[in-house]
């Protein structure tokens, strides 16, 4: 698992994370979302998730706050 911040929030349920170390933010949708609602999320959440690849680039998934 990885850890980053919430940077910015859309409006459709996606959003972005600042990965901690790394440049680049990834995309998120609130479906990788596992314990929360994408509403109780604010820019500055601290979050873990799993990095997977697709053919846009990476994104962010099995998302959870920290334990």
Do not use: C, W
Request: aromatic residues 8%; charged residues 30%; without cysteine.
């Amino acid at each position: 698992m990885e850890i980053g911040k919430v940077v910015e929030l859309g409006e459709r349920n996606s959003g972005f994370i600042k990965r901690s170390g790394v440049k680049d933010t990834l995309f998120f949708h609130a479906d990788a979302l596992i314990g929360m609602a994408f509403k109780d999320l604010k820019a500055g959440d601290v979050l873990n998730f799993r990095v997977t690849e697709s053919r846009k680039g990476p994104y962010a998934t099995e998302i959870r706050r920290p334990a």
